[in-house]
């Protein structure tokens, strides 16, 4: 047998900023597919859908109006998932029956009052106004005593769930740290005291030498496929400086993300020449008013599509069971990406 390569042998990556492991088997790629074929949905919208609970002037779920908003809306979300004001306790009935309450804000970002848009169509300079409008939200619930944590979020396609293909975003912020940013929390603060650097810093230094996973590059963002990816075109986009969250970036550096946002979205888009659904977001670090050197502003973007518009991953049988599993490698991902087309596949 020929000596072990991670381009061709089954192997585990571990994931240092989870601490979870997963399973590699670049061997597997050419496996036939006769399972489900999700419909391509069609994405031809009007700008304006008198149907639709996030358009302008339009009656929402609750009974209460949009108004004729132009560029971003933010609302709070009439089905908030948490509630500032809801009682604060807890259950201990021993070891096993532990619960404890609470509290949060949840809100709906309309993107931009045009139906038919989408991050990648979208301009940078409106773009950036929604970087702007996470920024605002976000100082703002954090200075919130009860607020130690915000999430902000787009999901994208109704393959990811989305309700409604208005563009939008959400934040729920909460009391407690959630699991995910947690266990980030966790592992950048452990690096960063034994290295006196930054997790991501570090990562981003040695990727932008080995340059297999780069997709695009700016003055002050990265987006890459990470090593550790675990949907099939993961991607991350990462700030080149060390910043604790969004607040502290500079207007140039909110520029690029903006700029960035759209390059890695238009790039998705022409994967497949679809709409590409997706969840992402950035991770930051706690709102509890203490300093967190260690976090490095980052966002995720997991993406369920795998070899079509319409042939999505499954997170099954040995996923569900025993741990995350991948076929395409990271860097052939990250090949696929990197070689598309930076111009939208609509406007050419
Ligand atoms: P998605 O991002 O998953 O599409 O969710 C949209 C959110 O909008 C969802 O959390 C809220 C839902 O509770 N919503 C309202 O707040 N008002 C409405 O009239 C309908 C939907
Ligand atoms: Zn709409």
Known sequence: MSKFNIENYPHKRLNPLTGDWILVSPHRAKRPWQGQVEKAVSDERQGYDPSCYLCPGNERAGGKFNPEYKGTFVFTND???????????????????????????????????????????????????????????????????????????ENKGAIMGCSNPHPHGQIWSSSSVPAEPAKESRTQKEYYEKHGTTLLG??????????????????????????????????????????????LLTDAERNSLAGIYKKLTIKYDNLFEVSFAYSAGPHQAPTDGKDYPEWHFHMHFYPPLLRSASVKKFMVGYEMLASPQR????????????????VHYKSK
């Open 79 to 153: 089905f908030s998932a948490l509630l500032n004001d809801s009682p604060e306790g807890m259950v201990d009935e021993g070891n096993l029956f532990q619960a404890k309450s609470e509290t949060g804000i949840c809100k709906v970002i309309c993107f931009s009052e045009d139906h038919s848009m989408t991050i990648p169509e979208m301009d940078v300079e409106d773009i950036r106004k929604v970087i702007d409008v996470w920024c605002d939200e976000f100082a703002e619930m954090g200075k919130n005593e009860k607020i130690n944590y915000v999430q902000i979020f």
């Open 202 to 247: 570090d990562y981003l230094k040695a990727e932008l030498v080995k340059k297999d996973r780069i997709l695009v590059e700016n003055d002050h963002f990265v987006a890459l496929v990470p090593y550790w990816a675990v949907w099939p075109f993961e991607t991350m986009i990462i700030s080149q400086r060390a910043v604790q969250n969004i607040t």
């Open 327 to 342: 076929d395409i490698t990271a860097e052939q991902a990250a090949k696929r990406l990197r070689d598309l087309s930076d």
